[in-house]
């Protein structure tokens, strides 16, 4: 059995996403995989944080034989265990990540109106008046 290391497409229209998978190279491209070994998004605004692989199993399927498409080459290349952009690609998934915490915490609250009574004396219990004081 041939086996090929390469993308399956995922996604919709005009929002592409594929997973980096072994299959047998008669399968189609879309076909029953025998292993999924990452992804590669490329609607990620960080051009190194597209590709994320699993570089020891990619390494094992290499070792039994299996062969990598010319896009999937680049990709190992790049981010596989050895690859040569790997510290560009650990600070821009810590740059995304900032900014998806960022984001999703910034949401505020509408600020609430005072009260047209204010308070007298600093008083911190504002339930007593003066008089009770």
């Avoid at 190992?76 to 960022?102: D, F, M, P, V, W």
């Amino acid at each position: 059995m041939a086996v090929k290391i390469r993308m399956k497409k995922m996604g919709r229209l005009h929002r592409p996403f594929f997973r980096v998978c072994v299959m047998d190279a008669r399968t189609p491209r879309d076909g029953r995989v025998l292993e999924e070994v990452g992804y590669y998004d490329p609607m990620v605004p960080e051009t190194d944080a597209r590709a994320v692989l699993n570089g020891e199993r990619i390494n094992y399927w290499i070792g039994v034989g299996a062969q990598p498409s010319d896009k999937v080459s680049v990709l190992i290349k790049k981010y596989g265990n050895n690859g040569t952009h790997l510290e560009a690609q650990k600070a821009a998934l810590e740059r995304l990540a900032s900014r998806r915490r960022r984001s999703t915490y910034t949401i505020e609250s509408p600020p609430q109106k005072q009260s047209k009574q204010k308070k007298k004396n600093n008083d911190p219990n504002p339930e007593t008046t003066p008089e009770e004081a």
